[in-house]
């Protein structure tokens, strides 16, 4: 197999048809009146905004946006807005600063000098209202993590990746960015650096260490079962460079999956209870 | 037996775990093929139960004949219809043993049933785990020719085909649930397999979603110089009608003799290959 970035192509219209089938289909089924998704301005949200409300209607879509005070950005505001009324989505802005203030004070070993704790706990704030929203108005909450993030464990655990469905979480970043363009999310939009903005100036690419387009290439010869001497060879780049994408890419199935037990019983969730997945609300 | 006749092929999908809609449905598609001609009608896959069921298909397995067989059997005789059609087999003598089925009905009651040889246990399926694989093809005689009845991975396999085909069948049946991502596989393979046993193969898949699975549909009536007569949607719920007609497979034998050519002696040594893989 030749890792050329054509590898990642795919018919964006049949993946944009699939999504969207997958999105009704569970809505349905579940007999939820809609969808509540976290709308940010980057990528990921804007492109799961934009495809739930070409699945089934702007109307019942409805996009929170969340902003901090330590992270604020107008231009993410901005784009989120500028999704919203291309897709027709409700939205509504919650600042979620108070609240993060209030849990802050009632921790006691709360410590502002660590960043990522303070950053995770933004992303699980934002989880809150997203399900407290849900559970009030019968709503699915729709994650916006790609496959990129997801196999890298690139994300904040029962934060952002907390949702009832995640539809373009088989999808890499790039191709993420393909499909936005051709859903006709604005290029500006869709070429955007992504970011987590856990905290003020957070990029993805520079904290991952490694731009999106290698990345991606790197997951997809793993995903297609390659030795990392093999994609090191193809992607010109050092053994080391893959190897260390490779571990982080197996230590984080424990974000990927539900809570490890261990076996007591005859039948045990998460080893061998083996049900059906029905759509379901919350 | 006739010469010349309809079949359809019912691309449905199914309420997983309802037996009830699913039968419903099959009867109301049976219907509808019946309205227009077909004398037989062929369901996907576990269709009576739907095919992502997991640990429940415990509950929904039954033993043939049973219950469901004995309603589908009262809607071909009470329609005039064969009918082919999809469900988990409980064994007849144990109590949990269960097999992926393929059953054969007609107007005048049960014909046979056929157990699925090749069992996928890889990617996203895990029927191993479930089912336990059947031991021998299955071709059957009706009105309508010999008909041999597979079930979707057993594509994969030239020698199962080739063993029904050499059993008699004239018409092979493959019964699917086939996700979306395997297209390209099934649609090379079922004209395949018509080309090379001088056979039709009639190709009925599943649509829908289950558990994230996107079945793909597209089934279709290949006849034995590989033409597609008939052809379904993809994606979507279909009912289509094509036409058999066994006359069709002379000349095609004649012009590319695969079975005259047929060599034993090398299946001797692809059994040998096999054991020392």
Known sequence: MNLTPSVLDLNWAEAETKIKRFIKDYVENSKAKGIVLGLSGGIDSSTAAALS???????????????????????????????????????????????LEAIQKTIPAFNPEDKMCKGNLKARIRMVYLYYYANRLNLIVCGSSDKSETMIGYFTKWGDAAADIAPLMDLYKTQVRKLAEHIGLPREIAQKPSSPSLWPGQMAEEEIGIKYETLDLILYGLEHFMKTEEIARQLGLEKVTVDKVKNRWKSMEHKRRMPLTTKIQYRTAGFDFRLPHHSMTH | MKEKFKIALAQISCRREDKKANLQKIEEYAKKAKKQNAELVVFPELSLTGYTVRDEIYELAEKIPGPSTRIIEKLAKEIGIHIIFGMPELSEKTEATVYNSAVLVGPKGFIGKYRKMYLP?????????????????????????????????????????????????????????????????????????????????????????????????????????????????????????????????????????????????IFEKLKVKTETL
């Open chain 1, 53 to 99: 409300a070409l699945a089934i209607g702007g109307k019942k879509v409805l996009g929170l946006l969340m902003p901090e005070k330590e992270t604020y950005n107008k231009r993410d505001i901005e784009d989120a807005k500028l999704v919203a009324e291309k897709f027709g989505l409700k939205t509504e802005i919650i600042d979620i600063t108070p609240a």
């Open chain 2, 121 to 265: 246990t890889h990617s996203v399926f895990e029927e191993k785990r479930y089912f336990r694989p059947g031991y021998d093809v299955g071709a059957f005689e009706t009105e309508l020719g010999k008909i041999g009845l597979t079930i979707c991975y057993d594509i994969f396999f030239p020698e199962v085909i080739r063993l029904t085909r050499l059993e008699g069948a004239k018409l092979i049946v493959c019964i699917s649930a086939s996700p979306a991502i395997r297209r390209t596989y099934f649609e090379t393979l079922t004209t395949a397999r018509a080309i090379e046993n001088a056979a039709f193969i009639a190709y009925v898949n599943l649509v829908g979603l289950e558990d994230g699975l996107q079945f793909w549909g597209g089934s279709r009536l290949i006849g034995p110089n590989g033409n597609i007569t008939a052809k379904a949607e993809y994606d979507e719920e279909n009912l289509v009608v094509g036409e058999i007609d066994y006359a069709d497979i002379r000349p095609v034998e004649i012009f590319v003799p695969t079975l005259r050519d047929l060599r034993p002696e």
